[in-house]
């Protein structure tokens, strides 16, 4: 530091050597913002490089691989993102899952809440199993945390930002509590990985596409494309890790191209024993404990009030639901109970600006069918005819269309 | 080389080092000794007090607990009527994105260019000291500020958690349970990591500082860059670019009342604050060495 010192603290006799000198110290702020620029451009492409060398393997012996895997504790970080084209489900969440909303008298904690807000964005979730009987997922919050823990019969969930807690008692193993989690909304890999690859047929390519390195460990990349043409959806890629068959990353591709519809992959992994204090779970003190009973109830009382609700309901046991096609192209036919569907322009049951809003929502659709209203996401696109009849599907527009033709 | 020349070299550096000391204890006194210092430091005292209070007087007598709570407001206020050590976490994470970092820039901005224009800069550069280390105990005294100021907000908040609201086992963010001790021992580490989020915006504080010979300019301008950052840190549009602003992590000690702690993005904190401090830091060396020093 002297030398610098020097420079100028006899500064007023400068020759031009100082001048320069002086204008050079400029550059070491530029080459420090410079470097770091630099690094940080560099450290993830040269972790990224290199695909891991493996064995050649066959798509039926990585499937098999997944299917023997019996590795029961697992304990890792989960990054998932997910753009399906909808705006945040946050808040649209309740007025499509029953009991999802967290109205007054009902819990923030109760899981299907909490899982639903995985439906958007980027979250970051940790995952921890021990065993059938033991598992741990935590939704990290900026500054707060969702944690589901199931341990042995008990389901707690616990927000910490409301400090609620949501408590259901499971009776015997357990596994059907599990399954109370909103489907579609899977939430390990492992599970998103066994939902795609129930859908192998005739349908559907599956192939090995090479190696990669997730969360630190090699893995191969299992690829499952449809065959036909028409599905939304372009490619499901599983990384599978290749020691122990743990799916460690799940990517949906549109076929619209653009970003993944769904991405979730570990960002780390540890496959030693969790530690038994993650899965004990006792109520702090002054939560809020909701039981799922009481929820229960509660919602009950509140749906004879309540005219969504009672709708929805209705919807859980509407009786016309037929699937037209098969494979990726399948489209459910639905019935909306109580008849129509969009009134008609005009008809006097909407505000003309209600009846636009709708529209600009849909695009306008006319077929063998007659005329409905087609409304699109990224991945799953649903025909609301005038005749009050609903096509949804995995596919495009014209595949929809052409679905309800051959409905008719 | 000579012998002479050999023994000279120490002889010259010791009373050097000991002029840096020097300039950083004086520094440390005129900082601390300012009564717009006290006063900084009295308010930020003032806030975890008033949070307190108010959540006090909102819960009644304290004893039942608060589903009516909600999740408004800053994190964890929820949990403050339960343990009062969620004071501390509650108090910090509101004095976070405005007090601390405006008292910071304040200090900050008046380091050098306050100096300039009560024209006593130039009788600092007479010691022999050079002007790296005067700046470098400038930095180090407003670093001392930092970590000051984290310290009045977060024990002012542990006494007042204290004394209005019961303590005990705490409650992770995750639901687990850790005994006080821990909990006592989370809090100082989240009173330092707040206090080291602060450390490379007290070097842009700085930098602003040594371009300007107004010391209430250089602490507008350096108050105004905060606000910039938090306005373009909260816009979904600029996704983009939000990894790379100061405030981005700035939350991120909430991480350490998950269980098992969760370093990652307090680790991306130290580094892109380091990256702050050197940039910054090396910017206000440049501009400060070479700068013509009149007034």
Not at chain 1, 341 to 362: I, N, T, W, Y
Not at chain 1, 393 to 398: E, L, M, P, Q, S
Not at chain 2, 107 to 118: K, M, Q, T
Not at chain 2, 243 to 269: A, C, Q
Request: charged content about 20%.
């Amino acid at each position: 530091m002297a030398p610098n010192d020097s420079a100028m603290t006899n500064g007023e006799a400068t020759g031009t050597v100082v001048g320069r000198r002086k204008a050079a110290r400029y550059i070491v702020p530029f080459a420090v913002a410079g470097v770091a620029a630099a690094t940080i451009g560099l450290v993830p492409a040269l972790a990224d490089s290199g695909d891991p060398e493996l064995p050649e393997i066959t798509a039926q012996e990585l499937i098999e691989k997944i299917a023997a895997s019996d590795q029961e504790q697992l304990s890792g970080t989960v990054k998932v993102t997910t753009d399906l084209g909808i705006p945040s489900l946050g808040g649209l969440a309740g007025s499509f899952a029953p009991g999802a909303a967290s109205g007054p008298g009902e819990s923030s904690a109760s899981p299907d809440a909490k899982l639903m807000e995985l439906a958007s964005g980027t979250h970051t979730l940790r995952v921890a199993v021990d065993g059938p009987d033991k598992q741990r997922l935590s939704i990290l919050g900026e500054g707060s945390e969702y944690s589901l823990v199931h341990n042995g019969d008990d389901v707690w969930g616990y927000d910490s930002e409301s400090n609620e807690v949501y408590h259901a008692k499971s009776d015997g193993s357990g596994k059907a509590e599990e399954h109370k989690a909103p489907k579609g909304v899977p939430a390990t890999p492992k599970e998103l990985a066994e939902e795609a690859l129930a859908a192998v047929g005739d349908t559907t390519s599956v192939t090995v596409d090479g190696t990669a390195q997730v969360a630190g460990r090699d893995a191969y990349k299992l690829l499952i494309k449809p065959k036909q043409s028409g599905s939304t959806i372009g490619s499901v890629t599983v990384a599978v890790d290749a020691s122990t068959g743990v799916p460690l990353k799940f990517t949906l591709a549109p076929s619209s191209g653009g970003k993944a519809a769904v991405d979730a992959g570990f960002t780390a992994v540890d496959f030693a024993k969790p530690d038994a204090s993650s899965f004990s779970f006792t109520p702090p003190k002054g939560a809020k404990v909701t039981e799922a009973d009481e929820l229960k109830d509660e919602a009950e009382k509140k749906g004879a009030a309540d005219k969504v609700r009672k709708d929805l309901t209705a919807l859980e046991d509407f009786k016309g639901l037929n699937v037209i096609g098969e494979g990726w192209n399948a489209v459910a036919e639905i019935e909306v109970p109580g008849g129509a569907g969009l009134p008609a322009q005009g008809s006097g049951d909407v505000p003309a600006q209600a009846q636009q809003f709708m529209e600009a929502l849909g695009d306008k659709v006319t077929g063998d069918f007659g005329s409905g209203t087609v409304f699109k996401t990224r991945l799953v696109n649903a025909l609301l005819t005038d005749d009050g009849k609903v096509y949804v599907g995995a596919v495009t527009k014209d595949a929809l269309v052409k679905a309800a033709d051959t409905a008719k | 080389m000579s012998q002479a020349e050999l023994t000279a070299g120490p002889a010259v550096r010791a009373p050097r080092r000991l002029w840096a000391l020097g300039i950083l204890r004086s520094e440390l006194t005129t900082t601390f000794r300012r009564w717009r210092t006290v006063a900084l430091l009295g308010v930020l005292a003032a806030v975890p007090v008033l949070i307190g209070i108010a959540v006090r007087i909102e819960t009644g007598d304290g004893s039942e607990g608060g589903p009516g709570g909600g999740g408004g407001g800053p994190a964890f206020l929820s949990q403050v009527t339960n343990n009062g050590l969620f004071l501390v976490f509650a108090a910090l994470s509101a004095t976070l994105p405005v007090f601390l970092p405006m008292a910071v820039g304040v200090i900050a901005g008046d380091s050098v260019a306050g100096e300039a224009s009560g024209g006593t800069l130039r009788y600092l550069l007479v010691a022999p000291a050079g002007r790296t280390r005067l700046l470098l105990a400038k930095y180090a005294s407003v670093l001392v500020f930092c970590l000051v100021a984290t310290l009045v907000v977060a024990v002012s908040a542990l006494a007042a958690g204290a004394l209005l609201f019961p303590v005990g086992e705490v409650t992770t963010i995750s639901g687990t349970r850790i005994g006080f001790g821990e909990g006592l021992l989370r809090a100082g580490l989240i009173a330092v990591a707040v206090a080291v989020s602060l450390v490379g915006f007290a070097a842009l504080g700085l930098f602003i500082s040594t371009l300007t010979d107004s010391g209430i300019a250089a602490m507008a301008a350096t108050v105004g860059v905060l606000i910039t950052a938090q306005i373009l840190d909260t816009m979904p549009q600029l996704d983009g670019i939000h990894p790379y602003l100061f405030p981005h992590y700035w939350l991120s000690f909430t991480d350490l009342l998950r269980d098992p702690v969760y370093w990652d993005e307090m680790v991306r904190n130290l580094g892109l604050q380091a990256v702050y401090a050197a940039v910054f830091g090396s910017a206000a060396w440049a501009r400060f060495t070479t700068k013509d020093i009149s007034v």
